[in-house]
């Protein structure tokens, strides 16, 4: 206007101004009363979730879906009023699922966002310290860079929770003996033990990390720390089975960081074995997605068809000591995979290929062209007869009992594969696969590696799961098309009817800052690395720290990834035969990385 010249032109220029003016008027009065419109409904949302779950169980469900609209409108006056006024009247033990998400999201600052976040925890923490000092431990030691505010406020406000336990007669007991503990298992987690420095028998008194905590934990009278300690509504937990002592033998695992592997006796009389890992790794991925696993498992015993043929998920105990160190519970009477079938081959098929002529063939062609892959698979695969049936011949003489045992094999696979699916699950060679030597399924274990990550490492991951020849040969004459397909069928079904609370669960990931979405380059090397021996991929702490935009991003791609999964844009059988179709199909087990053992 100021540039016109002509006193019309002006007037036609101010004019025009005037009636841009008015729609702006008029849109921004439209935007502010749908943005009240909206915050009230958000009030009204978790005003009434929380509300329910104070009048009734029937909807503990909820929690989940409660969390995630209080994490997504964190930053709301209006959110935060209506959940400080309302939460403190909910049993604190409704939220202890959701520790691990809670404790991730604090802050040293004094928003009623924190104020409220930091009172749930700390009465989780009072009425049920053995479901909740150990996150609290976890955050407070383990290791940040300085340089990162957010990661130095969290661990500020973790301590100040701690100060404040540490003040209350009810609780401060309990949490000095579960934080001296800590230190114990960490100090051994962490300590460098190579098996090659042993002769024999290594027992707790040649180790003296191991002797040390075994010294500290049994006087301080602790549940063992991979023992499932049930809620107690009373929050008495005086009865509680605690370690009495430990078995004098320590065993060093296969494994970059060489775990070890001691076993508690709880007072209860029963064995806990337990598997301490420490290097770089940060087994609180592993914890999140056993979490995951475990609420998913539970959705499939609402469906009839799915819980008429007990499809579940197996899920084991991790416990994140700091970002560098944690247990884990080392699941009983199982074997992995690969331990059993390399004795195997060479003892039903001895003039067949070794296991390793068989790698370094296919480790040879690595770099080539897909052809010549293809064509170094099939040669492999010839001279590498599938032998997993003989592992329920072996175990199980009785035809009823073997019969039944091939059953659970077959529907836990079929499970596990969808599940797997779903979330792009990857990194499932031979030695993160696990036999039940008693029941027969089939347990997943180091999940670290999820959402599709497995498609971007540089040997890239193209089957959806493992259904290599000796994973099909465990189940029978009918192989893939018998029960396989059917409890496929079932469990893709069951998920699908749960979608919007499998999105709800998986949301809460999304404001998780400390959940890594990516596989970082370290761990993506070290995954592949030829000389790679075991079970641990290592999580690569090394690795730059992202943005909270790139994070954001790469969340948003990973749900929408398994949105698309979840959806019914194709049938449940045409989808189940696809998968079938790709998991199997020689073109793609040719051009998977070597270690991965595609030809058995």
Not at 254 to 263: D, E, T, W, Y
Not at 309 to 326: A, E, F, I, N, Q
Request: net charge positive; glycine share 6%; proline share 4%.
């Amino acid at each position: 206007i100021k540039g016109a010249t002509d006193k019309d032109r002006k007037r036609e220029l101010t004019r025009q101004q005037r009636v841009v003016q008015s729609w702006y008027q008029l849109d921004d009065e439209e935007f502010q009363k749908m943005r009240r419109s909206r915050d009230d409904f958000v009030r009204q949302s978790l005003q009434n979730y929380l509300r329910a779950l104070i009048v009734s169980d029937e909807f503990n469900s909820s929690v989940v879906r409660f969390f995630a609209l209080w994490l997504e409108h964190s930053d709301s006056e209006t959110a935060n009023t209506v959940v400080q006024k309302t939460l403190p009247n909910v049993p604190s033990w409704k939220f202890v699922g959701l520790m691990n998400q809670q404790t991730s999201r604090l802050q040293n600052d004094s928003s009623v966002f924190q104020q409220s976040l930091a009172n749930i925890i700390t009465r989780i923490c009072t009425d049920h310290p053995y479901h909740g000092i150990h996150y609290i431990f976890t955050t407070c030691y383990s290791s940040i860079v300085e340089s990162e505010q957010a990661a130095r406020s969290r661990r500020d406000a973790a301590t100040k929770i701690a100060n404040d336990l540490g003040n209350d007669k009810k609780v401060a007991e309990t949490l000095r003996r579960s934080f001296k503990v800590s230190h114990a298992y960490h100090d051994l987690a962490d300590e460098k033990l190579d098996p090659k420095d042993f002769k024999g028998k290594i027992t707790v008194s040649m180790v003296p990390k191991a002797k040390a905590m075994v010294n500290t934990v049994v006087p301080r009278k602790v549940p063992p720390a991979t023992m499932s300690v049930d809620l107690r509504l009373d929050c008495d937990y005086s009865t509680v089975p605690v370690v009495a002592r430990y078995r004098d033998d320590i065993r060093i695992a296969n494994g970059l960081s060489a775990p070890r592997v001691m076993v508690a006796i709880g007072s209860d009389g029963k064995e806990y074995k337990q598997l301490f890992k420490g290097g770089n790794d940060d087994l609180r991925q592993d914890a999140i997605m056993e979490q995951v696993f475990g609420e998913v498992s539970k959705m499939l015993q609402t469906h009839k068809n799915s819980r008429q043929r007990g499809l579940h998920v197996r899920t084991y105990k991790v416990l994140p000591l700091t970002s560098t160190s944690g247990i884990i519970e080392f699941v009983p009477h199982s074997m992995p995979l690969g331990e059993y079938l390399v004795p195997a081959h060479q003892k039903y098929h001895p003039t067949d290929l070794t296991q390793n002529k068989a790698r370094e063939k296919i480790g040879g062609v690595q770099t080539m062209q897909k052809d010549t892959r293809i064509k170094a698979y099939r040669e492999v695969a010839a001279r590498y007869q599938p032998v997993l049936r003989h592992f329920f011949f072996e175990r199980f003489q009785d035809p009823d009992d073997w019969f039944q045992k091939r059953l659970n094999y077959t529907r836990s696979t079929a499970t596990i594969s969808i599940l797997g699916w779903i979330l792009g699950l990857g990194d499932r060679h031979c030695h993160n696969i696990l036999l039940d030597e008693q029941s027969g399924e089939a347990i997943h274990i180091d999940l670290g590696v999820a959402f599709e990550a497995g498609r971007v490492l540089p040997i890239p991951e193209v089957v959806p799961f493992r259904l290599t020849r000796d994973i099909v040969d465990a189940m029978g004459v009918t192989k893939t098309e018998g029960v396989f397909r059917r409890c496929c069928e079932f469990s893709m079904d069951a998920l699908r009817a749960e979608k919007d609370a499998i999105m709800t669960l998986l949301n809460v990931l999304r404001y998780d800052p400390l959940y890594s979405w990516t596989v970082s380059p370290l761990k993506a090397r070290r995954m592949q690395d030829p000389s790679r021996d075991g079970d641990d991929g290592g999580n690569g702490l090394g690795s730059a720290s992202k943005r909270p935009e790139d994070e954001a991003g790469e969340a948003a791609r990973a749900l929408a990834i398994v949105e698309k999964k979840l959806s019914k844009s194709l049938s449940t059988a045409a989808t189940v035969n696809e998968l079938i179709q790709q998991a199997s199909d020689e073109k793609n087990l040719a051009v998977l990385f070597a270690g991965w053992a595609a030809y058995c």
